[in-house]
Each structure stands twice: as structure tokens, then as C-alpha cells.
């Protein structure tokens, strides 16, 4: 069962990230530090309320916030590019 909600959520992130990428490089300037903020929303796939206490992380790297009681992160400072999230659990209540 936690497989097909990791699955469904890491699945929903992707699509979530995307669009937010999409939107940050559209506001990037090239005289930046090329970096940018990856700002989204995890949601219950059910239900379409937030998730609290998901961590969201750009796989292979250090970047990675957490969610709040609505189901919203934000990760700032990321590399330009193209990034893989995933998300599981925190072991937090």
C-alpha cells in the first residue's frame, strides 16, 4: 500500500515540479546566480487536501524542504536545469 501512495506522489510531484521549473526559467535572468526556487504543493490524490510532513528532495543532492500543514514547499537556491524530486513521509507526526 505505501509503495502505491509513494508511487502516486512521487508521480504528482513530477508533474508539480514541472510546471513550477517551467515557470522559474521563465523568470530566470541570464545576469542571475542561475539559480532558482521550485515552489509546490503536495496533495492527497483523493481527497485534493494538503499533505503535511512529506519531504520533498531534488534526488541526488542535499536540496530539501518539507511540507507545511497546507501541503506547500519551497526549495530556493537550485541549479538551472532540469531536476528529478522525490518525496516520502517524514518520520515527524
Not at 505505501?2 to 508521480?11: F, P, S, V
Not at 508539480?16 to 542571475?32: D, F, I, K, T, W
Not at 521550485?38 to 536540496?63: A, L, Y
Not at 500543514?69 to 530556493?76: A, F, N, Q, S
Request: proline share 2%; glycine share 12%.
Amino acid at each position: 500500500m505505501r509503495t502505491l501512495i509513494d508511487q502516486r506522489l512521487r508521480r504528482r510531484l513530477l508533474i508539480l515540479a514541472s510546471m513550477a521549473l517551467g515557470a522559474v526559467g521563465v523568470g530566470a535572468s541570464r545576469a542571475s546566480a542561475q539559480t532558482g526556487t521550485i515552489i509546490g504543493h503536495v496533495t492527497d490524490s483523493r481527497s485534493g487536501q494538503g499533505v503535511q510532513n512529506v519531504v520533498v528532495q531534488i534526488e541526488g543532492t542535499r536540496f530539501a524542504a518539507g511540507t507545511n500543514v497546507d501541503g506547500r514547499y519551497r526549495l530556493t537556491g537550485i541549479p538551472i536545469g532540469s531536476h528529478t524530486l522525490t518525496a516520502h513521509a517524514s518520520a515527524t507526526p
